[in-house]
């Protein structure tokens, strides 16, 4: 039998796709391995820890928000697993859609072959900004995510301001992912949780002691006394967190206690013990001298002294203040100098001075003079007679 005219043996390329001469093949079947390999190209750019964020919204006070990390134990790993699989859903919707002659087509074939390009860093980024508006697509990243810590979290103090707090400040907690690198633009975003209860209630009782630190500070410096009302209270919640972003201290007060103290460090000599430079240090700050020693306990005994000379004389001018009960004692320590010298003791042993009765004339030197004098004996004599006299007419 003779081959026909018509019958070639090739044909032209729409011939050829109309008749599908090749073989139908699955192509990326394994879902994980492209999963674990888009993995590895975003896991040298994403990062992921567990922090809480702090919003404070109300008109009493300007709008500040802060976010601070938080000693907790981080589930990173499985974030960006969730990340990865985020993404490569959207690239197999770019490799179903598209036309195969098409670009996109094209990239997404790449990324799916295991080879990475700029398309897998874009849509990383795209994935940053729908996360913050979609909780759909926020929870895909969370996706059996949680937040513990290694130590129970340790139940805050008796709260006055918690109330007041709730307000005009939330809490949140969560994690906070960022992606940053060379062949990628810097991106954002804080995803909250719904555990972490016990963490926001001590947190609110750390920005509480903050305030009242604040507050008394306040009321001792000024000249009266600190009127302390809910504007008040705002306006200093916002300082504090605004130098949160700069100061290490304040971070440490806000976080304190949630698994250790960071506020009150341990003395480090129970620790490694004493060592030799602060013992000599101490031998050299003390008076060695018994004679020097003499001296500087005489002197602030003369201090004393003076100090209540000084009273006594203020209470003479001014007798309205009432009568001046015994002197002050001005030197709390009972201990007295073993040698200490005369003139030492006749300064502190001198007469107490008679202080009169409020609302008394002081008689004058003159006439304490006069009354003090001997009277004469014909004086004396003569007052004798006029009495004698008087009785008799009696």
């Known amino acids: 039998m003779s081959d026909c005219a018509w019958h070639v043996e090739s044909c032209g390329t729409g011939r050829q796709y109309m008749l599908g001469s090749e073989a139908a093949e699955i192509r990326f079947s394994d879902e994980e391995a492209v999963i674990d390999q888009i993995e590895a190209n975003i896991r040298p750019f994403l990062f992921a820890e567990p922090a809480i964020r702090l919003v404070l919204d109300t008109p009493l006070a300007n709008p500040e928000r802060v976010v601070l990390s938080?000693?907790?134990?981080?589930d990173e790993n499985k974030i960006i697993r969730n990340f990865a699989k985020s993404i490569y859903t959207s690239i197999m919707g770019y490799y179903y859609s598209a036309d195969p002659k098409s670009s996109h087509f094209g990239i997404a074939n790449t990324i799916l072959s295991g080879q990475g390009n700029s398309l897998l860093m874009r849509e990383m980024e795209r994935h940053f900004a729908q996360g913050q508006t979609r909780p759909d697509m926020a929870a895909r990243v969370l996706d059996g995510v949680v937040l513990s810590t290694e130590n129970q979290v340790p139940t805050p103090g008796r709260n006055y301001l918690d109330e007041t707090l709730a307000k005009g400040l939330n809490i949140y907690v969560g994690y906070r992912i960022h992606a940053q690198g060379e062949t990628i633009n810097h991106a954002q975003m804080f995803l909250p949780l719904d555990s972490g209860q016990e963490i926001i209630d001590l947190v609110y009782y750390n920005l509480e002691q903050i305030l009242n630190q604040n507050f008394l500070a306040y009321d001792e410096s000024g000249s009266q006394y600190l009127e302390i009302n809910e504007s008040l209270v705002f306006k200093e919640l916002g300082s504090i967190l605004e130098r949160s972003r700069l100061k290490e201290n304040t971070r440490k007060k806000i976080l304190n206690n949630i698994q250790f103290n960071t506020v009150f460090t341990k003395d480090p000599r129970k620790a490694i013990g004493e060592q030799v430079g602060d013992s000599l240090y101490d031998a050299l700050n003390k008076v060695q001298d018994e004679r020097l020693k003499a001296a500087t306990e005489v002197s602030s005994s003369l201090y004393a002294a003076v100090m209540v000379k000084s009273t006594e004389m203020t209470h003479m001018n001014n007798p309205d203040l009432g009568e001046f009960k015994g002197s002050i004692n001005f030197n709390k320590s009972e201990s007295k100098p073993k040698a200490a010298p005369k003139a030492a003791k006749e300064a502190v042993e001198e007469e107490p001075t008679l202080?009169?009765?409020?609302?008394?004339?002081?008689?004058?030197?003159?006439?304490?003079?006069?009354k003090k004098a001997p009277k004469k004996k014909a004086e004396v004599k003569e007052e004798e007679l006029e009495e004698i006299k008087a009785s008799k007419k009696k």
């Open 355 to 370: 202080v009169p009765e409020p609302k008394t004339r002081v008689p004058s030197k003159e006439e304490a003079e006069s």
């Open 70 to 74: 938080i000693p907790c134990l981080s």
